[in-house]
């Protein structure tokens, strides 16, 4: 097995490991930090291949990486604020009880 | 080489699995930490020092702090934040799903025959060529992604300030 196919098992492996958190777990910020195992999985795809793709002098797969975690972090930020803000009306941090708009 | 990114590859999928099978959310939080740390020694691994020093600053200096007052500011019990027991047909469609998704994807990546060169070329990135491509071709995003960040974090203060009614003046 090359390195190239050592680096995207295991970001797919984390991938995998996000999504079952985000979809089995009830609490949302373990919901959120799901989401933030799977983002990082694509990080490490895109530095994967910048690394032994053919174009590796350019740079852009790093300068991809950088851009998408300043977005993550702004993304995670929104997410715990909008967590805190459910708990203070509901006093709860379960998915299950924000039903409120559920036809 | 290859025996370092097994040993790093073992370090966040043991540390990330952990995280998400725990029932205490600030084990949790904390272990993520771990892999998130990983993931920055992957990124040296792979010679892009300057994203590893990003991953460092951002996941584990800022995002776990983050996450950290979350938790403490949303737990319920006194002592410790125990999560109570979920819905067993939840965890079981999540973790079907999970496990189909990562069969695709393992049998895609194994049975696509990659065109890497054998010996490939130490890939390295100077801090200096970075900055030259982000104020360069690259300043239009740059801008983009400072202002993204200003609306966000202002949203954010909105969004988990009290909302207090305003004292009537006497």
Redesign the interface.
């Known amino acids: 097995?090359?390195?190239?196919?050592?680096?995207?098992?295991?970001s797919?492996?984390?991938?995998?490991?996000?999504?079952?958190?985000?979809?089995?777990?009830?609490?949302t910020?373990?919901v959120l930090?799901?989401i933030?195992?799977m983002l990082?999985a694509a990080?490490?795809n895109f530095?994967?291949f910048?690394?032994?793709g053919p174009h590796?002098?350019?740079?852009t797969?790093?300068?991809f990486?950088?851009?998408a975690?300043?977005?993550?972090?702004?993304?995670?930020?929104?997410g715990?604020?909008?967590?805190?803000?459910v708990?203070?009306h509901r006093?709860?941090?379960?998915l299950?009880d924000a039903s409120t708009l559920k036809g | 080489m290859t025996y370092a990114i097994i040993i790093i590859a073992a370090l966040i999928l043991g540390a990330a699995v952990a995280a998400m099978l725990s029932r205490n959310l600030i084990h949790s939080a904390l272990l993520l930490v771990g892999a998130w740390a990983g993931i920055a020694a992957f990124y040296l691994w792979a010679g892009a020092e300057f994203v590893a020093f990003a991953q460092v600053l951002v996941y584990v200096g800022a995002v776990s702090m983050v996450v950290l007052f979350a938790v403490l500011l949303t737990r319920q019990g006194a002592t410790s934040a125990p999560v109570e027991p979920d819905s067993y047909q939840r965890a079981i469609f999540g973790f079907i799903t999970a496990g189909g998704v990562a069969g695709v994807l393992l049998g895609a990546i194994l049975g696509t025959p990659l065109a890497v060169q054998a010996t490939p070329t130490p890939a390295s990135i100077t801090v200096k060529e970075i900055g030259i491509q982000l104020m360069g071709p690259h300043a239009a995003a740059l801008l983009i992604v400072g202002v993204i960040l200003t609306v966000a974090l202002l949203g954010a203060i909105l969004i988990a300030a009290v909302d207090k009614p305003e004292d009537p003046a006497p």
Request: hydrophobic letters at 60%.
């Open positions: 097995m090359s390195p190239l196919q050592l680096c995207l098992v295991l797919s492996l984390l991938f995998c490991v996000g999504l079952a958190g985000a979809l089995s777990r009830s609490n910020i373990l930090l799901g933030e195992l990082n990080n490490l530095i994967a910048w690394c032994y590796a002098a350019t740079g797969g790093v300068l990486v950088l851009f975690i300043a977005v993550a972090a702004a993304e995670a930020a929104v715990l604020a909008l967590v805190i803000a708990h203070r006093k709860t941090v379960r299950q």
